[in-house]
T-cell receptor, first 112, second 114 residues
């Protein structure tokens, strides 16, 4: 049972480049989330999808877009990367809210 | 919106001693309080949670207490072991006008000294 799988694990971008972080879960969970983790700031919610076909903004959505491709997959896109988006990104899923979040292992993104 | 403060930011304890991490929240509508443990290079993992209708919950060496009046909750780890070294996050869940939100604290780096 893989749980939540994120790709890539590491990425270096130049300012202005675009990229997509992929996330897939095999637990048949309804809700999926994207968080970013920065030193001293904990985990901040970027976007979430409460169920297939819906997406909503979280605390820090600016500069990001998301797609809930199907029940399993939830991708995060940076259209024009900025140094302020250098962070570790975590995808998570849950059966329902409130409830246990299952996190992936993270994607470390550096924007130069 | 909800604000969760977590203290201390770092904590070192001797192996076998107890560790306590405290969090306060601002929104009295918060109703669910999980604690997550993050080991180096991994994603956070739920270790214990408590709902607003319960004052205390235990699971082996870990326990969580909730004081709704004071709006604070704490994680207690007894008989600490080297594998307890990690970063711990508290969080508070709120439902306001149909919007579900989980707000995390800023984390506590716990180091167990052998």
């Amino acid at each position: 049972n893989a749980g939540v799988t994120q790709t890539p694990k590491f990425q270096v971008l130049k300012t202005g480049q675009s990229m997509t972080l992929q996330c897939a879960q095999d637990m048949n969970h309804n809700s999926m989330y994207w968080y970013r983790q920065d030193p001293g700031m904990g985990l901040r919610l970027i976007y979430y999808s409460a169920s297939e076909g819906t997406t909503d903004k979280g605390e820090v959505p600016n500069g990001y877009n998301v797609s809930r491709l199907n029940k399993r997959e939830f991708s995060l896109r940076l259209e024009s990367a900025a140094p302020s988006q250098t962070s570790v990104y975590f995808c998570a899923s849950s059966v329902r809210q409130p409830g246990e979040l299952f996190f992936g292992e993270g994607s470390r993104l550096t924007v130069l | 919106g909800e604000n969760v403060e977590q203290h201390p930011s770092t904590l070192s304890v001797q192996e076998g001693d107890s560790a306590v991490i405290k969090c306060t929240y601002s929104d009295s509508a918060s109703n669910y309080f999980p604690w997550y443990k993050q080991e180096l290079g991994k994603g956070p993992q739920l270790i214990i949670d408590i709902r607003s209708n319960v004052g205390e919950k235990k699971d082996q060496r870990i326990a969580v207490t909730l004081n709704k009046t004071a709006k604070h909750f704490s994680l207690h780890i007894t008989e600490t072991q080297p594998e307890d070294s990690a970063v711990y996050f508290c969080a508070a869940h709120t439902l306001n006008f149909g919007n579900e939100k989980l707000t995390f604290g800023t984390g506590t780096r716990l180091t167990i000294i052998p």
